[in-house]
């Protein structure tokens, strides 16, 4: 008998574990699958992919040969190698070479066919390793660029796809708030001036209650721009009534948190 | 067995609610200047019968200073008073928001005079549209003469309280005031207003006067004038009229400037074609040398908080700004881009120096960080120079000359100003030529 009931219950709880996980997903319609915008987002460069008129054509052109010269100039040749072709090195020379090689290079990483080559392959060889090795540098730091920026865009997903507004629709409220909020000027760089605002809204957009979530800074010594900044975020609100919301969903966004935060505006 | 499945329950329940609260963020908003409403001032019907001032004509007067001082700031946007649908008593008592919000108005400023015994009294309230709330109001009494301070100090307080910034309203600018042909320029020193007001010559005019700097609480001056054909720094007091010269030194003393504190002044010497930095202290008179080296160090100006100097020198062949202890030691170059940097002038705030530059003939007024970097180039002419802050360290004053023409016809000198931004470049109207402008602090404080 208790083996059937907590055969019954934990099969039970499995099922509403399972509705409960799955629930979000089969309520969610296909539109709203942001993932693919985001991509665009991120691809985003300073040339476009669009075919070009044959004028632009040359303003390209131009641009990209005024690009290879600067990198010609930040990168000229070594003197080492205009060298090689002119005289044979001499055995003293060959010697303080070695020594250069052993400095800047781990020995155990030399291969043993490698020290078996000439000595002009050698150095060539030293120079493409010493590129190489700026060019992993590079890579490193890319990479490390690429994971933040992907985590950033990782991370909007999340939040769009929890909050229950599209990419869009949230760019069109922030759009909005963009336009109607004056940034006072008197702020200092260095502080720390993000401004959270806690909203509840009425279905038609317009703001029911607002509350400064950070309401305590206000009143301490040394952060007067504080009040100001924070005023400031309120009047946008207030000016912007009413929201553009969807015109759905009222239940996902009728609380909504706006964090102002000038820092990257001021620094432009 | 319930227990378990209802906290189980529950807990699912309890995520899913707070996955619900949607945060966006609001980096950027706009810098476009603020609609403002000025209302003229509801003046008192008992006051309005005084004898001897016609108090209906001031409290137009002063509204009107207020809304010229804040077109001035290229920050807020004063709105036509035309367009106004409510009479100032009744707005003074408690605005119709509604009306004020349809001319696109965010913040409203009503104001109420009268005069009893004698003294002007002013009250002003500040009101924030948007949040249909009143956010500042307070009362002045005064001398009934001194109705425009009244105005100047009321846009500060307003200022102050949008912007989050102190005003630079209730403040002077002493300048040297030039007239007559370019060979034969005659150099008087002025003071006035910091909107061009209430000019007065300090000087007559014998004698050429150059730079003329406040010291902090705006009694003295100090600048440079000639003595028996040699430039001398002087001190004089504004109030009193009584000048000096400073120190007793043999040869030229120049670019005179007071310290934070106001107790020294630290200028150039020049001997036998070397100058160098020394100050003397003004109660007890000690002179001190700071820099020693064979070049040419001059234009000295501290910090704010005293501990650094900084200073131009051409010890490296080209004139560029250095910075050292106020000791003078521990000097370090901060500039080293093309072209020749002077006058550099320490922001009242701390986080500035701006500077002169001058390359390939053309004149940049400028700013930077204290330690060289973000050099940005603020406005460039044919000729300017002398830039000098605003006591809030937001807006530079400075002089600019126009090309002449063979025989010196076409010449002008007039002061400009211009916000650190690079924005609202507008010229200071003065009653003659003018360079050499040097701003006050707040008279107020």
């Known amino acids: 008998m208790t083996k059937s009931l907590i055969l019954s219950i934990s099969f039970h709880l499995l099922m509403i574990l399972l509705t409960i996980l799955s629930l979000p997903f089969m309520l969610r319609e296909p539109i709203d699958l942001p993932p693919i915008v985001s991509v665009e987002l991120i691809q985003i460069s300073d040339k476009t992919n669009i075919p070009y008129a044959p004028k632009a054509r040359k303003v390209i052109d131009k641009v990209k040969e005024e690009e290879k010269r600067v990198v010609s100039e930040q990168a000229p040749p070594s003197p080492k190698e205009k060298e090689k072709p002119d005289r044979i090195p001499l055995p003293n020379e060959k010697k303080e070479e070695k020594k250069l090689v052993e400095k800047k290079q781990n020995p155990e990483e030399i291969k043993p066919e490698v020290r078996q080559s000439s000595e002009f392959e050698k150095k060539k060889i030293i120079d493409t390793n010493q590129i190489a090795a700026l060019i992993d540098k590079a890579k490193e730091e890319a990479a490390e660029t690429e994971k933040t920026t992907s985590k950033l865009t990782q991370s909007s997903v999340k939040d769009s796809f929890a909050s229950g507004l599209t990419l869009s629709q949230e760019d069109a409220l922030r759009a909005q708030i963009f336009g109607c909020w004056s940034v006072p000027l008197g702020l200092p760089y260095d502080g720390n001036l993000l401004v959270r605002i806690k909203l509840k809204l009425k279905k038609d957009g317009t703001v029911l209650k607002s509350e400064i979530l950070d309401h305590e800074r206000m009143n301490k010594p040394g952060q007067k721009f504080y009040k100001i900044l924070a005023e400031s975020a309120l009047r946008a609100v207030r000016l912007c009534q009413p929201l553009k919301v969807p015109p759905t969903g009222y239940e996902k966004w009728k609380e909504l948190q706006l964090n102002f935060n000038p820092t990257e505006m001021l620094k432009g | ?445």
């Open chain 2, 1 to 445: 067995m319930k227990k378990i499945l209802l906290i189980v329950f529950i807990f699912f329940l309890k995520t899913n609610i707070s996955h619900s609260l949607i945060t966006i963020d609001i980096t950027r908003g706009n810098l476009d200047p603020l609609p403002i409403a000025v209302s003229p001032l509801h003046v008192d019907p008992q006051s309005e019968k005084h004898k001897d001032i016609k108090i209906k004509e001031l409290g137009e007067k002063v509204s009107e200073i207020i809304e010229k001082n804040f077109k001035s700031t290229g920050l807020f946007n004063p709105l036509k008073k035309n367009a106004f649908v409510q009479k100032p008593d009744i707005a003074h008592l408690k605005p119709r928001f509604e009306d004020w919000r349809l001319i696109k108005a965010q913040a409203l400023v009503t104001g109420k005079m009268s005069i009893k015994d004698n003294k002007l009294k002013v009250e002003f309230r500040l009101w924030d549209l948007t949040a249909s709330k009143e956010i500042i109001a307070l009362a002045f009494t005064t001398t009934p003469t001194n109705w425009r301070r009244v105005a100047h100090i009321i846009s500060d307080k307003i200022y102050e309280r949008l912007t989050g910034e102190d005003g630079y309203f209730d403040t002077r600018i002493i300048y040297v005031a030039e007239s007559g042909p370019k060979s034969a320029r005659i150099k008087k020193l002025a003071i006035m207003d910091q909107d061009g007001a209430n000019t007065k010559y300090l000087t007559l005019g014998n004698e050429l006067v150059l730079t003329p700097r406040f010291n902090p609480a705006n009694q003295l001056v100090t600048y440079l004038s000639y003595f028996r054909n040699l430039p001398r720094v002087y001190l004089l007091d504004i109030e009193t009229g009584v000048q000096e010269v400073v120190g007793n030194f043999p040869g030229m003393t120049f670019a005179p400037r007071f310290s934070p504190d106001g107790k020294k002044i630290i200028m150039s010497f020049a001997k036998d074609g070397n100058s160098d930095i020394y100050t003397m202290n003004i109660e007890n008179r000690v002179v001190e040398k700071i820099t020693e080296h064979s070049s040419i160090d001059t234009s000295p100006s501290y910090s704010p908080d005293g501990k650094y100097i900084c200073f131009n020198s051409d010890r490296s062949g080209l004139q560029q700004i250095y910075v050292m202890k106020s000791d003078g030691s521990d000097v370090k170059r901060i500039t080293f881009g093309k072209g020749l940097y002077g006058t550099p002038v320490w922001s009242p705030r701390g986080d500035l120096i701006a500077f002169t530059k001058v390359r390939k003939g053309k004149f940049y007024i400028g700013v930077m960080r204290p330690d060289g970097s973000g050099e940005r180039l603020l406005t460039e002419n044919f000729y300017q120079e002398a830039p000098s802050w605003s006591p809030n360290g937001r807006v530079l004053i400075f002089y600019r000359e126009t090309k002449s023409g063979p025989k010196g016809a076409g010449f002008t000198a007039k002061l400009w100003s211009i916000d650190i931004t690079g924005y609202n470049e507008r010229q200071i109207r003065t009653e003659t030529d003018a360079s050499d402008p040097s701003w006050s602090s707040l008279l107020s404080k």
